[in-house]
C-alpha cells in the first residue's frame, strides 16, 4: 500500500526552530518533496531529495533516509508568515505520480 | 508565482450536475497531474497527461474524465457530481523534477 504518516498539527515561537517528521512507505520512490501551502491557496514547492543526506535552502532544511522511508523538514528563525501547512510527498510510479501526506498545520506564535 | 491559472476560482454545483474546471500553463510544459484535496487533508492524484494523453489514474471512478490540449491547457469533468466530490481541485504542470501547482478550484457541491 501507499502511506504517508506526518504530523496532524505543530506550534512554535517566532524566532524558534522547528522540525516536521515525515515517515513513508510507497510501492516506488523517485524522491521527495516538501511543499507549503497557506490556507485556501496552492502548494509551493519548498525541497527535493531524491538521495540520502540534507540539503539546506536558506531557512529551510530537509533531510532524506530512504532506507529508514523517513525525512524531516527544519524550519529556522521562524516568521509569523511560516504559519501554514507543510506537505509532503513522495514521487512515485512510472508516470511520477505525487503521493502526499496529510499535511502538518503549523502555527507560530509572537 | 508558477505561472498556472485555473478558472473559474470557486463554483457551486447541485448534486447530479455536471462540471467542466480548466487549467492552463505559460510554461510550455507536457505532463500535467489533477489532484483532489478534501478539507484538512493532502491532495489525492486524479489522474495525469502526457502530450494528450492519458497515462495513468489514481482511484478516482470514470466519472471523472480529462483532456490535454496543444496549447499547454487541460481540463477536468465530472459527470453525475455527489457531495463528497466537494473539494479543491488543483492541476500541476511537471517541471524538470517539481511540480507547478495553479491556484485551485473550489468546488461545492449542494
Known sequence: GQNIDQPTEMTATEGAIVQINCTYQTSGFNGLFWYQQHAGEAPTFLSYNVLDGLEEKGRFSSFLSRSKGYSYLLLKELQMKDSASYLCAVFSGGY??????????????P | ETGVTQSPTHLIKTRGQQVTLRCSSQSGHNTVSWYQQAL??????????YRE????????????????FPNYSSELNVNALELDDSALYLCAWQGAYEQYFGPGTRLTVT
Open chain 2, 53 to 68: 494523453e492519458e497515462n495513468g489514474r489514481g482511484n478516482f471512478p470514470p466519472r471523472f474524465s480529462g483532456l490535454q
Open chain 1, 96 to 109: 511520477n505520480k505525487l503521493i502526499f501526506g496529510a499535511g502538518t498545520r503549523l502555527a507560530v506564535h
Open chain 2, 40 to 49: 484538512g487533508q493532502g491532495p489525492q492524484f486524479i489522474f495525469q497527461y
